[in-house]
DNA sequence: ACGGTAACTGTCCGAACGGTCAGCTCTGAC
DNA sequence: GTCAGAGCTGACCGTTCGGACAGTTACCGT
C-alpha cells in the first residue's frame, strides 16, 4: 500500500482531463472525477483545493510553454518573429493536443480563472498575433495573424486521425501561407518531412 | 402599457445574447437575465421553455445559414465547393459576429444542445471542411482547409475594431492563401472592396 | 511505545439555480 | 357585463454541487 499515495494527484489529473474533455468543464462534477478513480470526493479535494485549481494545474504546462514563448518572442521582431511564433506554436499545440482541445472547448471557463485569466489570456494573445504580423500595425497583416493562430488552435483541438509528422507540416505550410509567407511557392518539397531546423526551437521549447 | 408585450421576448433575447457573451452560458443564469431586462424569472420562462431554448433560439439563425450553406454546397465540388463555401463562410461568420463569439467561447455547452448537438455541429462541419478542401481526401488538403474553417471562425469570434469591409477582404484572402487558391496573386486589387458578385450569395443567403 | 503527520474518507451543509404553480391583471370579443 | 385568454409575477421546491470538517488509518522517526 505504500504506493497509494504518490499516484492518486496523477491518477485524478488524468481522470480529470479525460473527463473535461469528454464532457467539458461545469459538465464534470467533482463527484465524477473521484468516482472515476475510485476514490472519495473529499480525497480529491485534499489533492486540489477547489475545483478550479485542478483545471489550472492541467493548463499550466500549455501556459508555461506559451509564457516562455512570449517572453522569447519580445527581442524578436518581422519575419524571424513571425517564423518563430508559427513555428513555436505549432509544436507546442502538437505536444499538447488534449489540454488544446480543453482549452478551446471550455474558453469561457478558462477565463475565469484567477491565474489564467481574460487579461492575461487576452495580453498574451495581442502579443502572439503582434509578433505573427512581424510587428506590422496593418489590419489585414493583423487579421491574417489572428487566421494563422486561430487556425493552428481550432485544428490543433480537433482531434484528427492524422499522425504528428503530418499535422506539423500541414499546419506549417498552413500558417505560412496565411499569412503569406509560403517559403518558396516554387519550392514545396523542401520543408516536407526533413523539418526546417529551426524547428527544433532556440529555447528549452 | 399596450406595448409591454410585445418587446419582453426581443429584450430578453437580447440581455440573453449580452449576458451570455459576456460571461458564458453557464456562467449567466435566469435571474440574471431576468434582471437584466427588469422582469422576473418566472416571466422569462414564460416565454422561454428553458435555459437551453434561450440559447437554441439565440443559435437557430447562424444555424439555418449553415444549414442552407450545407445543402447547397452538397452539389458542388472541386474549387467551385471550395470557393462558394468559404465566401458564404465568411458572409454568415461576418453577419453573425456575436452569435459566432458565443458559439465559440461556448461550444462545449452547444455541443449538448437537443437541437444542435454534437452529431449535428460534427456532421456539418465535416461536410464543410469536404467542401472547402475540394472534396479532396488527401490529408494536407483536409488539415487547410480546417484551418482556413477554424481560422475565420476564431477571427470572427474576437470582437476586432475592424470595419466589416477590412475584415472581409482580409479573411477571403487569408483563407484562399490558407487554401493555396491565392486568387492570382498578381492581382490583389481585384477582390478588394468590390465584393466578388458571388457574394451576393445564390440563394437567399 | 508513542507522538506526529500524511493520506484518505463519511457526513453534512449552504448556496445557487433551474424550473413549477397558483393566481393576478389587463385587454379585447361578444 | 362577463368571459377567455395572454402576459406576467411571487413564492416555493428539489436537486445538484462545491466545499468544510472531524475523524480514522497507516507509516515513520525517535
Same mark, same amino acid.
Given at each position: 500500500?505504500?504506493?497509494?499515495?504518490?499516484?492518486?494527484?496523477?491518477?485524478?489529473?488524468?481522470?480529470?482531463?479525460?473527463?473535461?474533455?469528454?464532457?467539458?468543464?461545469?459538465?464534470?462534477?467533482?463527484?465524477?472525477?473521484?468516482?472515476?478513480?475510485?476514490?472519495?470526493?473529499?480525497?480529491?479535494?485534499?489533492?486540489?483545493?477547489?475545483?478550479?485549481?485542478?483545471?489550472?494545474?492541467?493548463?499550466?504546462?500549455?501556459?508555461?510553454?506559451?509564457?516562455?514563448?512570449?517572453?522569447?518572442?519580445?527581442? *524578436?521582431?518581422?519575419?524571424?518573429?513571425?517564423?518563430?511564433?508559427?513555428?513555436?506554436?505549432?509544436?507546442?499545440?502538437?505536444?499538447?493536443?488534449?489540454?488544446?482541445?480543453? *482549452?478551446?472547448?471550455?474558453?469561457?471557463?478558462?477565463?475565469?480563472?484567477?491565474?489564467?485569466?481574460?487579461?492575461?489570456?487576452?495580453?498574451?494573445?495581442?502579443?502572439?498575433?503582434?509578433?505573427?504580423?512581424?510587428?506590422?500595425?496593418?489590419?489585414?497583416?493583423?487579421?491574417?495573424? *489572428?487566421?494563422?493562430?486561430?487556425?493552428?488552435?481550432?485544428?490543433?483541438?480537433?482531434?484528427?486521425?492524422?499522425?504528428?509528422?503530418?499535422?506539423?507540416?500541414?499546419?506549417?505550410?498552413?500558417?505560412?501561407?496565411?499569412?503569406?509567407?509560403?517559403?518558396?511557392?516554387?519550392?514545396?518539397?523542401?520543408?516536407?518531412?526533413?523539418?526546417?531546423?529551426?524547428?527544433?526551437?532556440?529555447?528549452?521549447?
Amino acid at each position: 500500500m505504500a504506493r497509494t499515495s504518490s499516484g492518486l494527484h496523477e491518477r485524478l489529473l488524468a481522470s480529470a482531463l479525460r473527463l473535461f474533455v469528454a464532457r467539458g468543464f461545469r459538465g464534470t462534477s467533482l463527484a465524477d472525477i473521484a468516482a472515476d478513480v475510485g476514490c472519495s470526493k473529499a480525497s480529491l479535494l485534499y489533492h486540489f483545493s477547489n475545483k478550479e485549481a485542478i483545471l489550472t494545474e492541467l493548463l499550466m504546462p500549455v501556459g508555461n510553454e506559451v509564457f516562455a514563448l512570449d517572453e522569447r518572442l519580445s527581442e *524578436l521582431d518581422g519575419e524571424e518573429a513571425s517564423l518563430t511564433a508559427v513555428h513555436s506554436f505549432v509544436g507546442i499545440t502538437l505536444r499538447f493536443r488534449r489540454e488544446i482541445k480543453l *482549452l478551446f472547448d471550455n474558453l469561457a471557463d478558462v477565463s475565469c480563472l484567477p491565474d489564467l485569466g481574460v487579461e492575461t489570456i487576452d495580453g498574451i494573445r495581442e502579443r502572439l498575433v503582434d509578433a505573427v504580423a512581424g510587428r506590422s500595425a496593418d489590419p489585414r497583416d493583423r487579421i491574417a495573424a *489572428l487566421m494563422a493562430l486561430g487556425g493552428i488552435f481550432a485544428t490543433g483541438a480537433a482531434d484528427l486521425p492524422y499522425d504528428d509528422l503530418t499535422l506539423r507540416e500541414a499546419l506549417l505550410t498552413g500558417a505560412l501561407r496565411t499569412l503569406n509567407l509560403a517559403p518558396g511557392d516554387p519550392a514545396p518539397g523542401d520543408l516536407g518531412p526533413g523539418r526546417t531546423a529551426r524547428d527544433a526551437e532556440p529555447g528549452k521549447n
